[in-house]
């Protein structure tokens, strides 16, 4: 196997007037073409983490390699990397071409060849024809793309990108996110990426990394961060919806739902009490099923109906796609599609 294109090992990063935080020992590899997701609450230290990769700020300790170079002493215009805000940050008075340009300028490109790298680089983005543009005439979608344009027509060999579409609204958001995972296949440079859209990570990421307070709480893949979380704190951070008491032994786990298969992964916890997860798009609302359930409330979500039923005096959520009304106190049951469950300890937080 190649050697992965970044390599970051064990910084830690203090602020001269933030005593109560700092970045401990964060490593992470990233491989060419892959893009990593850095996801974490406010204040958790994932823009400070992406400035010390983009060299805005040093680290105290630790090492950055880049192509197996260290890069820790280089200025961020010496790293050959391009960073995406969440503002595109364009020159209002200039046309969308000279937007785009300005890298090229600086690196002393002749007019002819920025105009070809620009109008190449617009077509890429879907904005072919908009070259002489002026920038007052564009959309916050076609904006931001701009932005894009403008940082990978200088053919940097990371992309940063810290919430780069969180000031649009959320359909354009949608359709940017979808957008930029297509052309993440086409350009094949590896990218980090922040944000706060838990949708937008779990569509676009390759890797991922939870922040908690300038520690790691959990790196993986989708997978891993989605269907099994290191604790208790990443479980929710994720979204879970659904833990419930659960009897472990072995490779078996007792619960109001019946006897479950534990999953492979969490199969060395200790046998005992745990908490099982479950993601409620693996439960179904069933008639005729032997677990029986009594609903507690049904709300419409758009996409789906959240439904809360009681199971022997647990809670359980279920995601049901489309407008299903259910009424208060109907007796009913639900049916669990089989797959390996995960488990927490009660040690775990
Ligand atoms: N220039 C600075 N000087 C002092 N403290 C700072 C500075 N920049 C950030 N901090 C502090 O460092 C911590 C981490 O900040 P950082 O911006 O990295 O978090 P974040 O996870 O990106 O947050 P958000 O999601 O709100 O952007 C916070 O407590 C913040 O107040």
């Known amino acids: 196997m190649s050697e992965p294109f970044l390599q970051v090992s064990d910084i830690t990063y203090r602020y001269d007037h933030a005593e109560s935080f700092s970045l401990a020992k964060q490593s992470f590899s990233l491989g060419q073409g892959k893009l990593l997701v850095i996801l974490g609450p406010s204040g958790s230290g994932k823009s400070t983490l992406l400035q010390l990769v983009a060299g805005l700020l040093r680290p105290n300790e630790g090492t950055i390699l880049m192509g197996g170079k260290p890069i820790n002493h280089l200025p961020p215009e010496k790293r050959n990397l391009s960073m995406i805000f969440q503002k595109p940050y ?8 000279a937007n785009v340009e300005i890298g090229l300028k600086i690196k002393g490109l002749p007019a002819r060849e920025r105009k070809m790298k620009a109008e190449q680089m617009l077509k890429d983005v879907g904005l072919e024809g908009f070259y002489d543009r002026p920038l007052a005439s564009l959309s916050g979608g076609q904006e931001q793309r701009v932005a894009v344009a403008r940082s990978l027509v200088i053919e940097p060999q ?3 990108l810290d919430e780069p579409f969180s000031q649009l609204d959320p359909l354009l958001r949608r359709q940017m996110g979808s957008w930029l995972s297509e052309m ?23 890797r991922f990394m939870i922040l908690r307070d300038g520690a790691t709480v959990q790196k993986g893949t ?11 704190w990443a479980a929710n951070f994720m979204g879970l919806d659904n833990k419930i008491e659960g009897m472990k032994r072995g490779s078996k786990v007792r619960t109001v739902l019946g006897e479950l298969e534990v999953n492979p992964n ?25 677990i029986p359930a009594t609903i507690e409330s049904s709300v419409f979500r758009g996409p789906f109906t959240d439904i809360k039923v009681n199971v022997s005096g647990e809670t359980v959520v279920i995601k049901q796609l489309g407008l299903a009304a259910y009424e208060r106190g109907l007796e009913t049951g639900i049916r669990l599609d089989p797959f390996h469950v995960w488990c927490l300890s009660k040690e775990m937080t």
């Not at 364009?90 to 071409?97: A, C, E, Q």
């Not at 706060?196 to 569509?203: F, I, M, Q, V």
């Not at 969490?266 to 032997?290: I, K």
Request: a negative charge; proline letters at 7%; aromatic letters at 8%.
């Open 90 to 97: 364009l020159l209002p008075f200039l046309t969308v071409g």
């Open 158 to 160: 990371l992309l940063l």
């Open 184 to 206: 993440k296949q086409l350009w094949n440079i590896p990218m980090i990426m922040v944000t706060h859209d838990r949708e937008e990570a779990l569509t676009l990421g390759d």
């Open 222 to 232: 989708l997978e891993q961060i989605y269907y099994e979380p290191a604790g208790r």
């Open 266 to 290: 969490c199969a060395h916890l200790p046998d005992g009490p745990v908490d099982v997860v479950l993601r409620s798009e693996w439960l179904q609302m069933d008639s005729s099923s032997s």
